[in-house]
């Protein structure tokens, strides 16, 4: 499997999406961490997918650069969703380091994107302690 396989599956998945088709994926025994989870195996992984799905309206992922060196990839990417019940539509970029086995399989993948700017802050009570805290460092 290449990187732009990997990125055209993020871009394509939905709830929908059999847990099948992560494991052509994914290394049954993957890690998946990001700034809310860390889980390994597939079935841990997908269940992740699945809760977000649950959780969000129409979340999905567009990969804009893909770096490749050996068996590691660098994947930025913008995710877009909506609040349940919110018209409005939110995004934020993030990066992806994913690690191949010999097999072309993901046998990690670690996000990197910024919770309190992309999520916190976005919910009002939230929002305006993470504010007051970032201005109170500023000064």
Avoid: C
Wanted: proline letters at 3%; a negative charge; aromatic letters at 16%.
């Amino acid at each position: 499997m290449s990187t732009k396989k990997y990125a055209l599956f993020f871009e394509n998945i939905k709830k929908e999406t059999p847990i099948e088709e992560y494991k052509e994926i994914f290394d049954l025994n993957a890690r998946f961490k990001d700034p809310f989870n860390e889980v390994v195996g597939i079935e841990e992984i997908y269940e992740i997918f699945q809760d977000m799905y649950e959780k969000l309206d129409n979340p999905r992922f567009k990969v804009i650069e893909i770096i490749e060196q050996n068996s590691i990839a660098y994947l930025k990417w913008t995710f877009k969703y909506n609040f349940k019940n919110d018209s409005l539509e939110n995004s934020f970029e993030g990066l992806s380091r994913v690690e191949f086995d010999k097999n072309k399989k993901a046998i990690s993948h670690i996000d990197y994107w910024d919770a309190g700017e992309n999520v916190y802050e976005k919910i009002p009570i939230l929002s305006f302690f993470i504010k007051l805290i970032k201005r109170k460092i500023k000064n």
